[in-house]
């Protein structure tokens, strides 16, 4: 059987780590309106206050990003992205709030932009609206859909854009599903196309990163696509840091970061049991050291299950 993949998380580090290439990829005609001398500026964190103001069904891999404009009539433009990996029938509503609410805190342009990574080639919400006796609301937002690049897979792996390479991983662990020996191999192919196609080492880190936490395996397999990706770095002599070394120094720092966030909690608010010690058990490196930094803040346990819920 399959891991059940993780779509969230890998999505918000790669959107944030390679942002340009993002909307390049995704929404060319929106990239070529950015002034890319000023630095996009992440403001997630803003974001989630919102989302406490009012809870619209559950979210995936929100990202809020300021940037500037080149065209001078507008100093800044707020842009609100979403990655939804299931059908969701309050996803259009749920954009039409959130662009209302960013609208009402920032007076400023906002843009949505919703990227589709479901299974439904009919689902393709761009749009809500509402009418009642005359009063009527129609708001329309850019959408993606990951499937339609299916069609051109040629396309896509002839393209030096990183994200091609994330939105083939993207396919293929959907479609993988039930299938670990396809999706070890769909892996290793992605994997060494990192290699070929001239990558900084570190955007090549990088993107393994996502591979790996989205391309989940069976231990056994896991260990199998180990030593073939060894094996081909020792081949085309660019061993930077072998899976092997990487996901042994990632689980330690992950266990280490793990104990001491228990010892934190379990000082603050005594020993933790049942569900909120399974959530904090699967939290990733980089989610335990935001949670070490937001438990500060912390003043009751219903803060922390807040917390964990968002």
């Not at 080639?121 to 749009?127: A, D, E, G, K, T």
């Not at 904090?280 to 335990?288: A, D, K, M, N, V």
């Amino acid at each position: 059987m399959t891991p059940n993949a993780e779509f969230d998380s890998p999505w918000k580090s790669i959107i944030e780590l390679f942002f340009r290439a993002f909307m390049q990829f995704y929404f060319p005609a929106i990239e070529a309106e950015i002034d890319w001398t000023y630095p996009p500026k992440f403001l997630d964190q803003e974001l989630q206050k919102i989302v406490r103001d009012g809870e619209m069904g559950k979210r995936y891999a929100d990202k809020l990003v300021q940037v500037r404009t080149i065209d001078g009539k507008d100093a800044l433009v707020i842009c609100h992205i979403e990655v939804q990996s299931q059908q969701e029938a309050i996803f259009p509503k749920r954009m039409l709030f959130y662009n209302y609410r960013l609208d009402d805190r920032y007076n400023c342009p906002i843009v949505s932009l919703a990227i589709l990574g479901d299974d439904s080639p009919h689902w393709r919400p761009n749009h809500y609206e509402s009418s009642r006796w005359g009063c009527s609301i129609h708001f329309e937002f850019p959408m993606v859909k990951l499937l339609d690049y299916a069609a051109d897979w040629d396309a896509l792996e002839t393209n030096d854009n990183p994200f091609a390479i994330v939105t083939m991983a993207h396919l293929k662990t959907k479609e993988t599903h039930n299938n670990p020996e396809s999706r070890k191999a769909w892996k290793f192919r992605l994997t060494t196309m990192l290699y070929k196609r001239g990558y900084k080492k570190q955007d090549i880190l990088e993107l393994y990163n996502f591979l790996d936490f989205m391309m989940t395996l069976p231990e056994t397999l896991s260990q199998e696509f180990d030593h073939e990706l060894e094996a081909f770095e020792e081949t085309q002599k660019m061993k930077y840091v072998t899976t092997i070394e990487r996901r042994a120094e990632a689980r330690g720092e992950a266990k280490q970061a793990r104990s001491m966030v228990q010892r934190q909690l379990a000082r603050r608010f005594g020993e933790l049991q049942g569900p909120i010690e399974d959530q904090i058990s699967s939290l990733s490196i980089e989610q335990l050291e935001s949670l070490g930094e937001a438990l500060l803040d912390f003043t009751s346990i219903e803060e922390l299950i807040h917390w964990l819920e968002d």
